[in-house]
């Protein structure tokens, strides 16, 4: 079974006062296998975060249809929801006036799920921010910040974990061991990861697949060893 299969999926943004329409993502189709690292490349404004925000259930796509394990998010939200966790650009989904460890109860807690402190420390101390676990997130850097948003993601047990520009204003250090840690979650740890990103570096370190998308489309798909040999 497909982690994920997306088929003809559409999303068009219509503007409030003018009714303008604009076609954010225009009938992309691809599927991301277990285990692997799947990632969305292009330029600003490709529908990256739109292909992002519909498969983790926060925009209805206007055509088209999402799988995740089997399940359609269409017709069985629930369950289809159920193995993702996503960590979106920006980190807006991180209560900032709370700590890492706060957020990680309050999140697994949203699932149904009780969080041990011992499972939390295990994780916070795998990212190697377990000395940051009782500070307020808005006073931590962005590095510590994008980890406690893994930490969160993580916290919930989610099986396929989507990430939207991870690596977006780290500085070179930061982002090189957050690519290791991506490496190590689906090695080590069995995840799935899509991530969107514009930044060949990441893909070229982590990616076992790319998708390149560009204004809506998506105009190449394929091995990432392959797609190099070509560059
Ligand atoms: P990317 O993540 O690749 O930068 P986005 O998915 O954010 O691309 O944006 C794709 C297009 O959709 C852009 O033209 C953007 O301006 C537009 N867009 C994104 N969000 C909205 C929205 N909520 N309403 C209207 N247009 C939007
Ligand atoms: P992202 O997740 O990529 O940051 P945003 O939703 O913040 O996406 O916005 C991406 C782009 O879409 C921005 O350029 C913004 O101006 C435009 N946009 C966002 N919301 C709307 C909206 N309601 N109407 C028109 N354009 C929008």
Same mark, same amino acid.
């Given at each position: 079974?497909?982690?994920?299969?997306?088929?003809? %999926?559409?999303?068009?943004?219509?503007?409030?006062?003018?009714?303008?329409?604009?076609?954010?993502?225009?009938?992309?189709?691809?599927?991301?296998r277990?285990?692997?690292?799947?990632?969305?490349?292009?330029?600003?404004?490709?529908?990256?975060s739109?292909?992002?925000?519909?498969?983790?259930?926060?925009?209805?796509?206007?055509?088209?249809?999402?799988?995740?394990?089997?399940?359609?998010?269409?017709?069985?939200?629930?369950?289809?929801?159920?193995?993702?966790?996503?960590?979106?650009?920006?980190?807006?989904?991180?209560?900032?006036?709370?700590?890492?460890?706060?957020?990680?109860?309050?999140?697994?807690?949203?699932?149904?799920?009780?969080?041990?402190?011992?499972?939390?420390?295990?994780?916070l101390?795998?990212?190697g921010?377990?000395?940051? $676990?009782?500070?307020?997130?808005?006073q931590?850097?962005?590095g510590?910040?994008?980890?406690t948003? %893994?930490?969160? $993601? %993580? $916290?919930?047990?989610?099986?396929?974990?989507?990430?939207?520009?991870?690596?977006?204003?780290?500085?070179?250090?930061?982002?090189?061991?957050?690519?290791?840690?991506?490496?190590?979650?689906?090695e080590?740890?069995d995840?799935?990861?899509?991530?969107?990103?514009h930044?060949?570096?990441?893909?070229?370190?982590v990616a076992?697949?790319?998708?390149?998308?560009?204004?809506?489309?998506?105009?190449?798909n394929?091995?990432?060893?392959?797609?190099?040999?070509?560059?």
């Open positions: 079974m497909k982690a994920l299969e997306v088929r003809d %999926l559409v999303k068009v943004y219509i503007r409030r006062k003018s009714r303008e329409k604009l076609v954010a993502v225009n009938n992309i189709s691809f599927d991301v277990r285990g692997e690292i799947f990632a969305l490349l292009g330029p600003n404004g490709a529908g990256k739109t292909t992002i925000k519909m498969i983790c259930g926060l925009l209805r796509p206007s055509k088209g249809s999402i799988e995740i394990f089997g399940n359609d998010i269409q017709k069985d939200r629930k369950s289809a929801l159920r193995h993702i966790s996503a960590v979106l650009e920006g980190n807006r989904n991180l209560y900032w006036r709370l700590t890492p460890l706060e957020n990680m109860e309050y999140f697994a807690g949203i699932r149904g799920k009780m969080l041990k402190k011992a499972e939390a420390f295990e994780i101390k795998w990212l921010i377990e000395n940051k $676990a009782n500070d307020l997130v808005q931590l850097s962005r510590m910040q994008q980890k948003a %893994l930490a969160v $993601a %993580l $916290a919930s047990d989610a099986k396929f974990l989507l990430l939207d520009e991870p690596t977006l204003g780290l500085d070179v250090k930061s982002s090189v061991e957050f690519r290791k840690i991506l490496r190590y979650l689906t080590e740890y995840k799935t990861i899509l991530l969107s990103t930044d060949m570096n990441l893909v070229e370190a076992d697949r790319v998708a390149i998308m560009s204004q809506g489309k998506i105009i190449i394929e091995d990432k060893d392959k797609l190099l040999r070509v560059f």
